[in-house]
Nanobody
Framework: QVQLVESGGGLVQPGGSLRLSCAASGNIFDRYRMGWYRQAPGKQRELVAD???????NYADSVKGRFTISRDNAKNTVYLQMNSLKPEDTAVYACNARNYPWNTVNYWGQGTQVTVSS
């Protein structure tokens, strides 16, 4: 049974920082591409960033230069460091694991709320 458990969300003022963590269980971490997605109220879910097993990263244009995704394969954990947060970053952030490039298997975490507000 694969489980992805996120932590680190919360309320932060504009310009602040948060770090999200996603701990994976189920012996998939060293084979799956890991990503962070977000969904704001009334909007579609969007990819924020993802990272390959080897560490190659991909970012949405809206977060480039502000967010950094990383993974610690020894700890089966993926991180999202979010700096210079803006109100438009407010969303539920969810961790994803997929068997790239086939993408026939997807696992999701339960999501964590990030609210950027003064």
């Amino acid at each position: 049974q694969v489980q992805l458990v996120e932590s680190g969300g919360g309320l932060v003022q504009p310009g602040g920082s948060l770090r999200l963590s996603c701990a994976a269980s189920g012996n998939i971490f060293d084979r799956y591409r890991m990503g962070w997605y977000r969904q704001a109220p009334g909007k579609q879910r969007e990819l924020v960033a993802d990272i390959s097993v080897g560490g190659n990263t991909n970012y949405a244009d809206s977060v480039k230069g502000r967010f950094t995704i990383s993974r610690d394969n020894a700890k089966n954990t993926v991180y999202l460091q979010m700096n210079s947060l803006k109100p438009e970053d407010t969303a539920v952030y969810a961790c994803n694991a997929r068997n790239y490039p086939w993408n026939t298997v997807n696992y999701w975490g339960q999501g964590t709320q990030v609210t950027v507000s003064s």
